[in-house]
């Protein structure tokens, strides 16, 4: 029994899909976006977006090695705070998380 409830936890929670993470990155009225997306159900496959000009470029992207990606744009934000930038995860992306994770308002018991 034990087994059988592991087995049926382990199939749920790897079917939740990460969300992306958005970072926001300005200096003075420049702004530039660094975002981790998951294309499955981890953190790989996955790929580091680089927004600037409004042009996106994927800096790096990984298919099987986890955590890859986070660690290579956790190091580029830090190398654009080094270049005189602020930067902070986007309040925008936490709020669809949140959001994302709320009842709908039609589902709610009153």
């Known amino acids: 029994m034990k087994t059988f409830i592991s087995t ?6 790897s079917q939740i899909a990460l969300a992306d993470t958005t970072y926001v990155c300005t200096h003075g009225d420049r702004q530039r976006t660094i975002e981790v997306a998951y294309l499955g159900s981890g953190t790989a496959p996955c790929e580091v977006r680089y927004t600037k000009n409004g042009y996106t470029e994927v800096l790096w992207s990984a298919q099987a090695q986890e955590g890859y990606c986070d660690e290579k744009a956790g190091d580029f934000v830090e190398k654009q705070r080094g270049w005189g930038w602020e930067c902070g995860e986007s309040m925008a992306a936490m709020d669809n ?11 709610r018991l009153e």
Not at 8 to 13: A, G, P, R, S, V
């Open 97 to 107: 998380s949140a959001a994302s994770s709320e009842v709908p308002e039609w589902q």
């Open 8 to 13: 049926l936890l382990i199939l749920c929670f």
